[in-house]
């Protein structure tokens, strides 16, 4: 593989742009991918070595390579065209099944590709009835999004405009359903076992839901709003899946992903920094973004700043107090950090079979993501310990076992496991057996979930030769990720649409005249689409076309 050029050395004096996007994730990438498609010179500024931010690369031990994110199952088709990702590399496999859930006994919920055969695997392990209802819910949410209308790919509407869209009873019956009813009562309504209601109910979590709780199937419209969104077809595309999972895998693991972006932007002439911390944005006077200054007092000066941090970070620590409304500021602070993640990463000298796989089966499953919450009590369980800040003894698991799709992302002969466990709070109560501090608890809950695996993987604990845990402590430090929640903020209702991340930031503008949220943190939320970098990208352009407050066009400049 050819080396990659340096980016231009940080000389300490002052550079200039058209934009400046700060934060390199998946989001800033896609943002500076189409703001540089428009003609813009755009510098992206990254704190770290590598771009990309949990879908990054990291080598855990020496030969194993995977990313802090498991799944590309929500990027957008759209942002894949865009991009030509596959023409800078990117190649995907086609797993079959693309998703399970194991439960006690050796007995799964299996995603396959077939929808007959899906039906067929119900039936004969769960129940033909639930086997006849499964689709139907799916279809619930799609025909609801597809009368409210609500495109993904455009600034979210206010709940005033989103009320004006309920021109039915049948609609408002729908809303209330989803919106203040709870995915245990939906699933209860319609499905006979625990297993496909646990199914379902999975898919519906934010860290501050339980099923029980009001508001938690409102989740499960982000997929059907994104098919309403958009035609784009594609083989890896995941809206259409039965379980809703990934659909592809990138071969060479998530990293491959933002590799192939990397490529994208450097074709375009963006210039990509790594290393180099934004220690604080540059307003003027007449609360207009100038540009931003490093940690080593090194500037970039820009008419157009986007923010792929925290909102909480960009505006109440990056930028000084007297540029922001008294209201926005204690609104952010109010921000609650809700759902961390607490990760396990192992590496094994034995294949990790699930148990009850048949010998036909074992490595189509070990390929697939998989996910471990064995029924709606368990669920609720977890998430009563998440608000009561215990270490959890059931905590929700998501995991992938890369090597099997990809094996040069372990030494030949061994396996990586990478499994997500949600939902952690990121301060534990004191009562805790580790008074509280995860650098004790991140021991205690690691070897917890690694007997949890072993209940699935008979091999496991005799197998492992590696092994690495982080705490959502270790998380933030690593990643910038407030709290350790993926998501940024809670895709909870209270956080979505209009109030995502809080009312009146809602269309990615910020009090500052040129600077622009861009992150997890914005319409739509999280889930690695790249949509908030999609989205913000086009309200810079749409407001540098209108002349509104975002740096004067440049002559180069198209639409996109």
Same mark, same amino acid.
């Given at each position: ?25 998946? &989001? ?14 755009? *510098? ?39 991009? *030509? ?7 995907? =496999? @086609? ?12 007995? %799964? ?6 929808? @007959? ?24 949410? &799609? ?72 508001? /938690?199937?409102?989740?499960? =419209? ?8 958009? /035609? ?68 970039? =000066? ?30 952010? @602070?109010?921000?609650? /950090?809700?759902?961390?993640? %607490? @990760? ?21 499953? /070990? ?40 094996? *040069? ?10 499994? &997500?466990?949600?939902? %952690? ?27 949890? =695996? ?30 350790? &929640? ?75």
């Amino acid at each position: 593989m050819t080396a990659r050029p340096p980016a231009p050395a940080i000389t300490g004096k002052t550079h200039r742009a058209d934009a400046i996007v700060v934060g390199g994730g998946h &989001n800033g990438l896609v943002a500076a991918f189409y703001l540089a498609r428009a003609g813009l010179r755009v *510098e992206v500024l990254e704190r770290r070595m590598e771009v990309g931010g949990p879908a990054a690369t990291v080598e855990f031990f020496p030969g194993y390579r995977g990313a802090m994110t498991n799944s590309p199952g929500s990027v957008e088709p759209r942002i894949v065209a865009d991009m *030509e990702l596959e023409r800078f590399g990117l190649t995907w =496999l @086609k797993p079959d099944p693309s998703v399970l859930q194991a439960f006690p006994g050796g007995r %799964f919920f299996v995603g396959w590709r077939d929808q @007959k055969r899906m039906h067929d695997h119900i039936a004969r392990t769960f129940s033909r009835r639930d086997a006849d209802a499964y689709p139907g819910i799916f279809e619930f949410f &799609n025909d609801f999004a597809r009368r409210i209308k609500v495109s993904l790919y455009e600034p979210p509407p206010s709940l005033a405009e989103l009320a004006a869209r309920l021109t039915t009873p049948e609609d408002e019956a729908d809303f209330a359903t989803i919106f203040f009813g709870s995915i245990r009562d939906f699933v209860e309504q319609r499905l006979e076992t625990d297993e496909v209601r646990a199914a379902v109910s999975l898919l519906a979590g934010s860290g501050a839901f339980a099923p029980s709780s009001p508001g /938690s199937p409102a989740v499960l =419209l982000l997929r059907p709003m994104s098919l309403y969104s958009s /035609s784009v077809d594609a083989v890896h595309d995941p809206r259409t899946q039965p379980l809703r999972g990934s659909t592809g895998l990138p071969v060479g693991g998530m990293g491959s992903i933002v590799a192939a972006m990397r490529r994208a932007l450097e074709h375009l002439g963006v210039t990509i920094r790594t290393e180099a911390t934004v220690a604080r944005i540059i307003a003027g006077a007449d609360h207009t973004v100038r540009g931003v200054a490093l940690d080593d007092g090194t500037e970039f =000066l820009a008419p157009i700043v986007l923010s792929n941090l925290h909102p909480r970070t960009t505006l109440l620590d990056l930028v000084e107090a007297d540029h922001l409304p008294a209201d926005i500021g204690r609104r952010l @602070k109010a921000l609650p /950090s809700g759902g961390a993640v %607490f @990760k396990v990463v192992l590496g094994v000298d034995e294949p990790p079979f699930l148990a009850g796989a048949s010998p036909e089966d074992a490595v189509a499953y /070990s390929t697939c993501q998989f996910r471990i919450a064995p029924g709606m009590d368990y669920l609720e369980r977890c998430h009563d310990d998440f608000h009561a800040k215990r270490l959890t003894d059931c905590p929700r698991l998501w995991g992938l076992m890369p090597s099997f799709a990809s094996p *040069e992302q372990a030494p030949p002969g061994r396996h990586l496991i990478s499994v &997500n466990a949600w939902f %952690f709070p990121y301060e534990l109560a004191p009562s805790q057996p580790s008074g509280g501090d995860w650098a004790t608890a991140r021991e205690v809950m690691g070897q917890r979930i690694v007997s949890i =695996l072993t209940e699935y993987i008979p091999s496991l604990k005799r197998s492992i030769v590696a092994q690495r845990f982080y705490s959502p402590v270790d998380i933030e430090r690593d990643y910038g990720l407030v709290g350790g &929640n993926f998501a940024q903020i809670d895709m909870t209702p209270d956080h979505m649409f209009a109030l995502r991340p809080i009312a009146g930031l809602a269309r990615y503008r910020t009090p500052i005249a040129g600077l622009y949220l861009g992150g997890a943190g914005t319409w739509p939320g999280g889930t690695v689409t790249g949509l908030p970098g999609y989205n913000s990208s086009h309200q810079i352009l749409r407001d540098m076309a209108a002349g509104n407050g975002a740096g004067r066009r440049p002559a180069a400049a198209v639409g996109s």
